[in-house]
């Protein structure tokens, strides 16, 4: 009872002021019995004054931030749903493309597989973000463990991997030619929400690619059975340990470590791996130079062979590995990534000696079309998300899908994003085909150039995509807590794991220097072939020809720039590998475009990227990359002035 006299009595003086904020005794108000004057001896004016602070106080309590600080307003976070269903695109991909039966059961899995993407795999994506690798070197007794600890989503990825078959698809051809194009449709959906479990798949589906190549036996058998099964308990992730210290595309220089034959045929590995991308799979396969008995080796690209090891012995232990540390990186955080000594590691030669690199090939395709994949699911998971926010997000009083400038911008990054997507898809018909023995030398000649242009093209596009697309969410889509960020993070890692920009234009180049051309006659025949499909299309037409006059003026160039030399063509490396993507992309879409179920936004899309493709605009930015393609005459422009640089620094330095 003195409480309450005490308390009422307190604000029968008080007056409320600009600096008196009586909501904060809500804090405590609450707690106490309702506040009376019953037994306590008070003047009549007194206890009305009482009764009037004790309504303004109930007042103030009901005011809005009275009890909170934060509002009563909550903005409605996007949602992911079933991507598959969401993909409209995807589905009448497949549907044009795949044989009916196999269009049927496809179509089934990828939407069962996008029902489990959205309810349990997107959440574990999000723990392995929040939860990366740590490294414990030792355990509780002091003894040397290198022990990578992972979280349980971690783990739990490797198990849905193997359940849902993402790399045995490819391997059990259960749909001949198409088999690789409905893993990569798989994929595509599981990218975005792996958290980076994508990066020991695409080793791992690498690895077994080689070893199939190779031919199945001995040691291999047995790698290849596990690196292909649908079992979790049996199934294996593999990594790919290249760089040393000196490197990682120049493997001819850059690898120093060795191998010691031992008397049972097998051999021991001696060396530095500088970075080793998802160091907790359970083999690799690694590039090393084998030591002869004086101790010798041989450097170059002719000493290197490659060789097969599993990471643990049979009592569990590193087989004669130690790791050093985990990388800090900019974004992949999810991937542990470690520099490893490698002492006395028992490991198998699985190349002829010498050819390391040749038989390695096959896995650095695979890896990058892997890269592809992540780039072109990773802009289309932003677009779906940023899609979905404009439907619930109201500013200057009206939703944002309802502002045309938002909607255009939209539209330029689906642009972008259609033509990435095709392209993907395209490869993966190739590969599938040459994996069935169903390749054409046209069909070969293209898989072997269209892989690194779209490996180099797609990393560019989707930083820019996804950088673009955060802004459709403004300060939220620069919070880390959104989970938003983490996609552009991850996106750059795109332009430089399995070949940086300017290393993938130079590989372009190799690959018409060593076809003699063919490779881009190939390109010519198979742009024609799809324009002519779409010339039969009256809304298409100037399209068409926009796009042959770009195919004609590539033509040129590559003559006239050809004729000047080694030099000169590898100034225009970049510029001709971009725009060998955009013509490519172009076509693609007109393909597309000129289908019987072919819709306006397919129209638009295909006749918008024909004129950006063929628009002759000097684009100095690349992170623009998404807005306009750069031309052919443009091409020439700056190979010219690259050249008149060069000749003007050289009369300055050799006087």
Request: proline share 3%; aromatic share 8%; with cysteine.
């Amino acid at each position: 009872m003195f409480c309450r006299v005490r308390l009422v009595s307190r604000l029968s003086t008080w007056s409320p002021g600009t600096n008196h904020k009586l909501w904060k005794l809500g804090c405590f108000l609450p707690q106490c019995p309702k506040l009376s004057c019953r037994g306590t001896k008070m003047s009549a004016g007194q206890s009305q004054k009482a009764e009037t602070w004790d309504k303004c106080t109930l007042l103030e309590l009901k005011v809005p931030f009275a009890r909170t600080e934060i509002g009563t307003f909550f903005q409605e976070q996007p949602r992911i749903g079933n991507q598959y269903l969401e993909d409209a695109f995807l589905q009448r991909y497949l549907k044009t493309h795949l044989p009916f039966q196999v269009l049927e059961k496809v179509s089934l899995d990828l939407e069962r597989f996008g029902a489990r993407v959205a309810a349990e795999i997107d959440s574990l994506g999000r723990e392995c973000e929040l939860n990366p690798p740590a490294l414990q070197h030792y355990d509780a007794w002091g003894r040397r463990v290198d022990h990578i600890v992972t979280c349980p989503a971690w783990k739990r990825m490797k198990e849905i991997a193997a359940e849902e078959g993402l790399i045995a698809e490819a391997y059990e051809r259960k749909y001949s030619i198409w088999s690789r194009v409905q893993q990569v449709a798989k994929l595509y959906l599981y990218a975005p929400s792996a958290g980076l479990f994508t990066c020991p798949l695409a080793m791992t589906d690498g690895a077994a690619k080689v070893i199939e190549s190779l031919g199945i036996s001995g040691p291999l058998a047995k790698a290849f059975g596990h690196l292909t099964s649908r079992d979790p308990k049996k199934f294996w992730t593999s990594g790919q340990w290249m760089t040393e210290r000196k490197g990682g595309s120049d493997v001819a220089s850059g690898t120093e470590s060795v191998a010691r034959e031992q008397p049972d045929g097998t051999y021991c590995l001696y060396g530095f791996k500088w970075f080793t991308s998802a160091t907790d799979s359970d083999m690799t396969l690694t590039l090393a130079r084998i030591m002869d008995a004086q101790g010798r080796v041989e450097q170059g690209s002719r000493g290197l062979s490659l060789f097969f090891l599993e990471v643990r012995d049979k009592e569990g232990k590193l087989n004669g590995i130690e790791v050093q540390r985990l990388k800090e990186k900019l974004g992949t955080r999810q991937v542990p990534t470690a520099e490893l000594l490698l002492d006395g590691s028992k490991a198998h030669r699985i190349s002829a000696e010498g050819r390391g690199v040749a038989s390695i090939a096959n896995m650095l395709t695979i890896t990058r079309i892997h890269n592809v994949i992540s780039a072109v699911a990773g802009m289309r998971r932003m677009i779906n998300l940023a899609r979905e926010y404009a439907s619930k997000r109201v500013v200057f009083g009206k939703l944002i899908k309802d502002h045309p400038l938002h909607m255009q911008t939209m539209a330029r990054l689906e642009v972008e994003t259609r033509g990435a997507f095709l392209m993907l898809m395209e490869i993966a018909r190739l590969l599938g085909l040459e994996e069935t023995k169903m390749a054409s030398e046209q069909d070969l000649h293209l898989l072997r150039l269209l892989t690194p242009v779209a490996k180099l093209y797609t990393g560019k596009q989707a930083i820019a995509v996804i950088s673009e697309g955060l802004e459709c969410f403004g300060g939220q889509g620069y919070m880390e807590d959104t989970g938003l960020p983490v996609a552009l993070r991850d996106a750059q890692v795109l332009t430089i794991w399995e070949g940086t920009t300017n290393i993938l234009s130079l590989d372009v180049l190799r690959s018409l220097t060593k076809s003699q051309g063919q490779v881009l006659d190939a390109f010519c025949s198979g742009v024609q072939g799809k324009l002519e499909l779409a010339s039969s299309i009256s809304e298409l037409e100037s399209s068409v020809q926009l796009l042959q006059d770009a195919l004609h003026r590539l033509g040129q160039f590559t003559q006239r720039v050809g004729s000047k030399g080694a030099v000169a063509m590898e100034l225009a490396a970049r510029d001709f590998a971009y725009t060998l993507a955009r013509i490519y992309t172009g076509a693609l879409l007109l393909e597309h475009a000129a289908q019987p179920d072919a819709t306006s936004t397919d129209t638009y899309t295909a006749q918008r990227r024909a004129t950006s493709s063929a628009n002759s605009r000097s684009s100095r930015d690349e992170k623009s990359v998404h807005l306009m393609p750069l031309g052919m005459s443009s091409v020439v422009r700056r190979i010219t002035q690259s050249m008149a640089m060069l000749k003007r620094t050289a009369d300055m330095t050799h006087p």
